[in-house]
């Protein structure tokens, strides 16, 4: 764990994938489902992994090379099976539930950023019970706005008010720690997830931690530290 813990943070903004949920199978499976229908047979999964995290259309473009055209089919293609099955294949990591009602009891203001869209957020946390643990949920829009991680960010701060010096970022990738130094919050990045560790740390995140359980005690320590 690297940082040094502090009492100054109010307010949390957590990634989804990768950060609260495993959501490999449910992505993936969309990925090889849309490649398949660009005439693109895609077998290792490992390939498809770098999918979770970033904008769909970034990465149609630079993990395998499509077109515009052929990206924006992709990105349809794969919202089709992720709107009723993919969103599914999902789980939330063990002690993620217990910790985000430790944060609300202590009177944290939780908040959710993804690059997903935003209408798939709400579903997938109402779908596992955590909605009311957030006071605040935004992701992309289906126009394609709001899909970069710093975008969807000032997004949150501007629509709750939270306090740029009482607010920290929670992710697994680079994008959510460049998204947080882009609107001057803090970032911790969690090792557990699936962005590639060594970029994550060279986006240097304010803290960092390797587990589940390591996140869910530094985040209790903020709020123990908070209520002194």
């Known amino acids: 764990m690297a940082g040094s813990a502090g009492n100054q943070y109010k307010s949390i903004i957590f990634d989804l994938d990768g950060t609260l949920t495993d ?52 990105i349809l293609d794969y919202r089709e099976r992720f709107s009723t099955l993919g969103m599914y294949e999902n789980e939330v990591y063990t002690g993620i ?60 701060i501007q629509s709750t008010g939270f306090q740029l010096e009482e607010t920290l970022m929670v992710g697994d990738t680079k994008y959510d720690i460049e998204g947080a130094k882009e609107n001057n919050i803090a970032s911790l990045a969690v090792a557990y997830g699936y962005g590639t560790w060594q970029d994550t740390l060279d986006a240097g995140p304010t803290y960092t931690c390797g587990t589940v359980s390591e996140l869910k005690n530094l985040l209790i320590g903020f709020a123990e530290r908070s209520a002194k």
């Open 23 to 74: 959501p490999r199978i449910g992505i993936t499976s969309c990925v090889r489902h849309a490649l398949l229908s660009a005439g693109i047979q895609e077998g290792d999964i490992g390939k498809l992994l770098p999918y979770i995290g970033p904008p769909l259309a970034r990465s149609f473009r630079e993990f395998h090379g499509l077109t515009p055209v052929q990206v924006e089919k992709a």
């Open 97 to 156: 539930p217990e910790m985000l009602r430790v944060l609300k009891e202590q009177g944290f203001f939780l908040a959710l950023a993804t690059s997903k869209l935003e209408i798939y957020a709400i579903d997938i946390l109402k779908h596992f019970a955590l909605d009311s643990f957030f006071d605040f949920i935004a992701g992309s829009l289906r126009d394609g706005s709001r899909s970069e991680k710093g975008d969807v960010i000032r997004h949150v």
